[in-house]
């Protein structure tokens, strides 16, 4: 009787050690060389849209601008490539299973559904910020391009770029524990 209840208690002392040895990581791992590239980003599109504040003329574009706005492009791509190539953790289904049988086991048997598709689509928001903040300094290069903007439409345009690198850096920080 003592034996058997000394095994059980060393059984379940041993479980409990692994699993606190277990650890689950859902985001990547704090890069800082990602979050000083998105503060300098943030810098210098501030410089630009501090000299564009009352407004741009076309005239102007190609001898004052247009280097510009192709360096905060350049810079965002760059940082994108960062991103795109640090390590993501992966669920432990995926890793003990592989995808394909993950599918199978959180398989949704009324719809026919994968709930791991809803799983897998957590995706790191830093890219799509990054890929929405280059759409719109494209957008913003290309109507500077073409047309006189009042100091309204440069405003306009500030508000959709600053609230991408924003929420990039408020994700890239927030990594950092």
Partial sequence: MTCRLLKRISV???TLMVLAACTVRLA?????AIVD?????????????????EGTKTVDYASKRKDVYDKLIGKA????????????PKPALTRW??????????KDNSSGASLWQDIKS???????QLKWYIDEVERMRTADSKVDLPAEAMAAFGKPIRRALKNAIVYEMALER
């Fill in 77 to 88: 791509q760059g940082l994108m490539v960062l991103v795109d190539v640090r390590p993501e």
């Fill in 122 to 128: 957590l995706d790191v928001p830093t890219d799509d």
């Fill in 12 to 14: 379940l002392t041993l």
């Fill in 28 to 32: 990547p791992e704090h890069e800082q």
């Fill in 37 to 53: 590239g998105l503060q300098a980003l943030s810098s210098e599109t501030e410089t630009l849209f501090v000299s564009v504040r």
């Fill in 97 to 106: 299973f592989g995808s394909s049988t993950a599918d199978n086991i959180t």
